[in-house]
């Protein structure tokens, strides 16, 4: 079964940088079609934050362009968040999302698996 490991979050004043990764685990993925992070506080929606596809292609949420790179090392099967100058209204629990097929035996199945989440504290 495929699992994602997430890493990386933590306390950071305003203005620093973090570096999320996720890894997806499992020796038998076939394709990762996309991964994606995204992040949720008390009381609100989960977010998408940025996503990345398996051509490399990157889309970000606007209130995050230009301070966040999301990017992946396909041999790894894991994404990265690079986040910068973050702010106070970036404290979420992250969480990485991965899609795609793992083979077992002769078949293939499709996978849509979540992280655990990892916590971002920012502070003023």
């Known amino acids: 079964q495929v699992q994602l490991v997430e890493s990386g979050g933590g306390l950071v004043q305003t203005g620093g940088s973090l570096k999320l990764s996720c890894a997806a685990s499992a020796g038998n993925i076939f394709t990762i079609n996309q991964m994606g992070w995204h992040r949720q506080t008390p009381g609100k929606q989960r977010e998408l934050v940025a996503h990345i596809n398996n051509a490399g292609v990157t889309t970000y949420a606007d209130s995050v362009k230009g301070r966040f790179t999301i990017s992946k090392e396909n041999a790894k099967n894991t994404v990265y968040l690079q986040m910068n100058s973050l702010r106070p209204d970036d404290a979420a629990v992250y969480s990485c999302?991965?899609?795609?097929?793992?083979?077992?035996?002769?078949?293939?199945?499709?996978?849509?698996?979540w992280g655990q989440g990892t916590q971002v504290i920012v502070s003023s």
């Open positions: 999302n991965a899609e795609g097929t793992y083979k077992e035996g002769p078949h293939y199945y499709r996978f849509d698996k």
